[in-house]
């Protein structure tokens, strides 16, 4: 059964009757989940499952942004706390082999905490670059402030997911870490030409350009296109982050309900698929606004369908893991990390 290109929200614990009619009509390639969605295992295994359901597709991808640090949507009491990006950075620079091997393996952890959900995308790795001054949105975030160090631990990010049978997203390309404004709630513009950008925030994008799929960043870059946001520029879209930093997997957009978008939200999504975004995310489960989401959002076809298939395609059988191990060891990197830095 054809999907249409776009990953949606839903508004709690449980589908509503409206929910469940709007998801079989309209079928959303995928959907992502919010701390307003989770309450036990066995509660959001269930809510996955119906998910998949309903669209006929045991395969549909279910999204979450599970980082670690101040963005974890599952959390205690029944799932454990993982640590930020700024841990396996301080950890980096003691010594690189012992930030990249936390990295990984907190990524493969987080894994199989999502696949035992049936969760099978994982809104990570971050390679943003942050700048002094820049507006804390990113901040701790970030795996550093150098983009070869990012890339690296970004990477390593990725393996953990991917040990673990999870796909993960690069988010948020081509970079939100010059951005003095959190594109939540206004629109972040950069001023930065483009030869630093592509000496800095591009840089650490590249080296991952063969991830299966990427979030766009809500951001202006003046010197390429003043007028919009990477998210609706096309010329964003097909000079930087096709081009520039050679990234061919599946693009889709950060959330469209944020306020850094202007318009309606079906203007905005117009704006996002017409600039060349393969999906649209909306995130606020708002039925209301689902429905001007999936009126402007075409059936998935052509390339944006070639890549949404090399994406599932891509995702990998869980290796074996000693979960208690592996979070001893992940702990002891850890205290050496804050050892470190006190």
């Known amino acids: 059964m054809s999907s249409r290109a776009f990953i949606t929200g839903v508004s709690g614990l449980e589908l509503t009757d409206s929910e469940r009619k709007f998801i079989a009509a309209e079928r959303p390639w995928g959907f992502i989940l919010f701390a307003r969605n989770i309450e036990t295992p066995a509660q959001v295994a269930g809510l996955v499952s119906e998910l998949r359901g309903i669209v006929e597709n045991p395969a549909a991808p279910v999204l979450i942004d599970q980082e ?13 706390v993982y640590p930020s990006g700024a841990v396996f950075s301080a950890l980096y620079d003691i010594d690189p082999a012992l930030g990249l091997k936390a990295a990984r393996l907190s990524s493969r952890l987080i894994a199989a905490d999502l696949i035992d ?3 099978t995308v994982d809104c990570l790795p971050l390679a943003d670059v942050p700048v002094e001054g820049a507006d804390a949105v990113i901040g701790n975030r970030a795996y ?13 990010v990725t393996e953990g997911l991917e040990q673990g049978g999870v796909l993960p997203v690069l988010k948020h390309i081509p970079g939100h870490g010059r951005a003095t404004a959190d594109s939540h709630f206004r629109l972040p513009t950069v001023d930065t030409l483009p030869n630093e950008l592509e000496r800095t925030d591009f840089a650490a994008f590249q080296p991952l350009a063969d991830l299966p799929m990427a979030m766009t960043a809500h951001v ?17 879209i097909e000079q930087v982050i096709r081009g520039v930093i050679g990234f061919q997997g599946l693009l889709m957009s950060d959330d469209v309900s944020m306020n850094a978008l202007a318009g309606s939200i079906a203007e905005r999504t117009r704006a996002i698929v017409d ?4 999906m649209v995310l909306h995130c606020n489960g708002k039925l209301n606004e689902m429905r001007e989401v999936a009126g402007q959002t075409p059936e998935l ?10 994406a599932l395609a891509a995702r990998k ?3 074996p893991l000693d979960r208690t191990a592996a979070r001893a060891e992940l702990d002891a990197l850890i205290e050496r990390a804050g050892m ?3």
């Open 117 to 119: 959900l049936g969760i």
């Open 68 to 80: 670690g640090g101040r963005v974890q949507r599952l959390g205690p009491p029944h799932w454990p």
């Open 317 to 319: 059988p869980p290796q």
């Open 144 to 156: 550093g402030t150098e983009p070869t160090k990012v890339a690296a631990i970004a990477r390593a």
């Open 301 to 310: 076809s052509g390339q944006a369908l070639v890549r949404a298939k090399a």
């Open 220 to 236: 202006v870059f003046s010197a390429i296109d003043p007028a919009q946001p990477a998210t609706t520029s096309a010329k964003m």
């Open 275 to 278: 600039a060349g975004c393969d």
């Open 340 to 342: 470190a830095s006190a």
